[in-house]
Antibody
Framework: QITLKESGPTLVKPTQTLTLTCTFS??????????VGWIRQPPGKALEWLAL???????RYSPSLKSRLTITKDTSKNQVVLTMTNMDPVDTATYYC??????????????WGQGTLVTVSS | SYELTQPPSVSVSPGQTARITCSGD??????AYWYQQKPGQAPVLVIY???ERPSGIPERFSGSSSGTTVTLTISGVQAEDEADYYC?????????????FGGGTKLTVL
């Protein structure tokens, strides 16, 4: 059974760096084809993909946020960490991590964490 | 940047068929995926690779593709289907493909 859970601060100040951790179980990030992604959703708005890391440590970032994002994995701890620099109030959102399903090399997400709401405010 | 366009809202009566569209220039070359999101909950995958249904998803959910438009069809809509629906695909115009979501469609069951 695959489960994922996000953890991190609920409140950050503008200009600070956000660090979120996704802790998962039921799969290994060392298995070929596996990946973990981050997606966010501002209150009342649409989903926005942020980043994706693959079993082979390949990484993908949203072009619009690439300069602010870093995604890493710790396979031994079953964790993926996302950092976002220079936080702004517009970054207030629920942040989700999700399991990338491996079918033919296409990127989509079949299991999601419950999400964690991050508010950016001074 | 690449966009997937969805209607903001769709309304249907119980038992009717709901069709939610998603348009994008790259859809003839890239698969589409659909997620259902109920208030306060994480998204749930309901269709992958245009028309495949994950295990556990009711048969009334189906997907299709035609040119630059993909469609999520919910036959015999039930009250529990009221939710936001998001399409997802890939933008392959850059150095590497990356994930793109549509703006979402709110399905109201009258």
């Amino acid at each position: 059974q695959i489960t994922l859970k996000e953890s991190g601060p609920t409140l950050v100040k503008p200009t600070q760096t956000l660090t979120l951790t996704c802790t998962f179980s039921g799969f290994s990030l060392s298995t070929s084809g596996v990946g973990v992604g981050w997606i966010r959703q501002p209150p009342g708005k649409a989903l926005e993909w942020l980043a994706l890391i693959y079993w082979n440590d390949d990484k993908r970032y949203s072009p619009s946020l690439k300069s602010r994002l870093t995604i890493t994995k710790d396979t031994s701890k079953n964790q993926v960490v996302l950092t976002m620099t220079n936080m702004d109030p517009v970054d207030t959102a629920t942040y989700y991590c999700a399991h990338r399903k491996d079918i033919g090399g296409y990127d989509f997400f079949d299991y999601w964490g419950q999400g964690t709401l991050v508010t950016v405010s001074s | 940047s690449y966009e997937l366009t969805q209607p903001p809202s769709v309304s249907v009566s119980p038992g009717q068929t709901a069709r939610i569209t998603c348009s994008g220039d790259a859809l003839p070359k890239q698969y589409a995926y659909w997620y259902q999101q109920k208030p306060g909950q994480a998204p749930v995958l309901v269709i992958y690779k245009d028309s495949e249904r994950p295990s556990g998803i009711p048969e009334r959910f189906s997907g299709s593709s035609s040119g630059t438009t993909v469609t999520l069809t919910i036959s015999g809509v039930q009250a529990e289907d009221e939710a936001d629906y998001y399409c997802q695909s890939a933008d392959s115009s850059g150095t590497y493909p990356h994930v793109v979501f549509g703006g979402g469609t709110k399905l109201t069951v009258l």
